[in-house]
């Protein structure tokens, strides 16, 4: 039977501390409510001595939820008084509270940081972990900066500590100094000790990644006894960040037989807490991190979509269902090969296309995506509808081009008083032109083309990044709108924002129109058939 390993998400401590990143008391909620649903065992909600507000946010994460036995509320204090008293009155509320606290063990944070001796910290720790007994049972000491500590003294921290009540004892790499091999044998003798003395204290790490080795350190842990793993969700977290919860959950339960150890993470809510987290933190996520950057699973390589489409193991160890992605996406570009292609047309109903036609329709594929750095769907229509035209075949199809829309011209006036635009889009043979004032410049934008396609939409997040350096950086602009209860994705990049912001939304419009058009044809084939 596999061990369980508890998750200890500190996304609302730790991973607030990034500058700019604090939340309100709402968000805070929220993303508990979601760290919840995804089954961490223990959230830590703050740091309620740093201020009434922080007090407030843990206290109200205590109250609606730890309002079940199944989930640990916990808060961080420093190994004083006030700050234990204040952790113990923010999360007191919740069915199942620990008071976490944490003092310094290396010989820099004893002899420079609290110009005490190590007796005076250990007994300070000690005193500390009693006074705390006595207001809850369960009790985390974090030895800070344990990987530059001197083990033995480090050790007798522990069983000191462990002696005065502690239930969890947490071995941090505060400063990312660690090397997993290292670490991993540290733990091992900790652990070995711990056990030997009470069984039933559980040993936990908390890795910070300035080195790039948190997620590899903290395997290290678990593969040598760790009971725990703090994290927080996308890494996020003081300086480099911390252990990502997702690559951790992940390479346990990818590689079990390696770890041979379990989680109680439902792992197909992590991409909805990987977005909840970077919406409101307002944190990007980086497009190639593992698990949960937008490139984890996206694949623009013709050799490694040719391989994918034939199985999906051979360039995938992690499928995108099992971390809550509808699936795999095959982006089409100038790097695309010919079964990639093949199978995006035959997704839109052209599967029975003859070699000859093909090879006609591919090369007008290759000639867009020279020029556009993503091929979308409605471009494949009017790639398509070009050859027949061209060739003068009939393919028994509509003419696509005068689905779409094709942006030709904006102009876009920023003020303080009334934002406005005026967009000029072209459709098949017709011209349109529309104008709209907004709350600002993109509303206005936006307001302007949603007059002219009368599709409604609701936008649900606009994301803006720069992929280039200098005056003439390229803008790249990311949408997501929703039609109907359906979610659509859309990028364009331009060295005009307002441009790249627009083709962006008529990338989207379009993909909504793309299925519209596939429904049609889905539903006359019933028909025909």
Not at 78 to 90: E, F, K, L, P, T
Not at 127 to 138: F, G, I, M, S
Not at 285 to 301: E, M, P, R
Not at 457 to 469: G, M, P
Request: glycine share 6%.
């Amino acid at each position: 039977m596999s061990r369980k390993i508890w998750v200890f998400d500190t996304t609302l401590r730790d991973g607030e501390q990034v500058p700019g990143a604090k939340l309100n008391l709402y968000e805070k909620v929220e993303i508990a409510q979601q760290l919840k649903k995804l089954g961490v065992d223990i959230i830590e909600a703050g740091f309620p001595a740093s201020s009434q507000g922080d007090f407030d946010a843990v206290k109200a994460v205590a109250q609606k939820v730890g309002n079940t036995n199944d989930i640990m509320i916990t808060a961080l204090a420093r190994a004083v008084q006030a700050d234990i008293d204040s952790v113990y009155n923010a999360v007191k509320y919740a069915e199942n509270p620990m008071i976490h606290m944490v003092l310094g063990t290396s010989d820099i944070h004893v002899e420079k940081k609290f110009n005490k001796s190590k007796d005076q910290i250990l007994q300070i720790g000690v005193d500390a972990v009693k006074y705390a007994k006595t207001l809850l049972p369960q009790v985390q000491y974090s030895t800070e900066d344990a990987s530059r500590s001197e083990f033995e003294y480090l050790w007798h921290t522990i069983e000191s500590v462990m002696k005065a009540g502690a239930t969890m004892i947490n071995v941090p790499d505060t400063v990312g100094f660690a090397e997993p091999e290292e670490f991993g044998a540290m733990i091992y003798k900790l652990n070995d000790r711990m056990k030997n003395l009470n069984p039933d204290v559980l040993l936990s790490v908390h890795c910070h990644n300035d080195l790039g080795m948190a997620t590899a350190n903290t395997l290290a842990a678990v593969k040598n006894g760790a009971d725990k793993v703090e994290c927080t969700i996308n890494g996020i977290g003081e300086r480099a960040g911390n252990a990502a919860l997702e690559e951790v959950v992940m390479a346990l339960k990818t590689r079990s037989s390696v770890y041979n150890v379990a989680t109680q993470i439902n792992t197909k809510e992590i991409m909805n807490t990987s977005r909840l987290v970077s919406s409101f933190m307002g944190l990007d996520v980086q497009v190639n991190k593992a698990i949960t950057g937008d490139n984890a699973f996206a694949h623009s390589s013709g050799i490694h979509q040719d391989g994918l489409l034939k199985s999906r193991d051979a360039y995938e160890i992690v499928h995108p269902e099992d971390v809550g992605l509808d699936d795999m996406e095959l982006i089409l570009t100038a790097r695309s090969g010919r079964h990639a292609v093949k199978n995006a047309l035959g997704k839109l109903g052209f599967a029975d296309l003859g070699s000859t036609a093909f090879e006609g329709i591919f090369k007008g594929f290759l000639a867009l995506a020279d020029v556009k750095k993503e091929v979308y769907d409605h471009d494949l229509y009017v790639i398509v509808e070009n050859y027949y035209e061209k060739h003068g075949e009939d393919d028994n199809t509509t003419n696509y081009s005068d689905h779409f829309f094709e942006f030709e011209d904006l102009q876009v006036i920023s003020n303080s008083s009334f934002p406005s635009a005026s967009v000029k889009i072209r459709r098949g043979e017709e011209t349109f032109k529309a104008s709209a004032v907004g709350s600002g410049p993109i509303d206005a934008l936006y307001s302007a083309i949603a007059d002219i396609t009368k599709i409604p939409v609701k936008l649900v997040e606009y994301d803006i990044s720069s992929v280039s350096r200098g005056k003439d950086a390229l803008g790249k602009v990311k949408i997501t709108i929703e039609h109907e209860g359906v979610k659509y994705v859309a990028k364009a990049a331009d060295t005009d924002i307002l441009k790249a912001s627009g083709l962006a939304y008529m990338n989207a419009i379009n993909s909504v129109i793309v299925d519209s058009i596939k429904e049609t044809t889905k539903q006359l084939n019933a028909v025909i058939g």
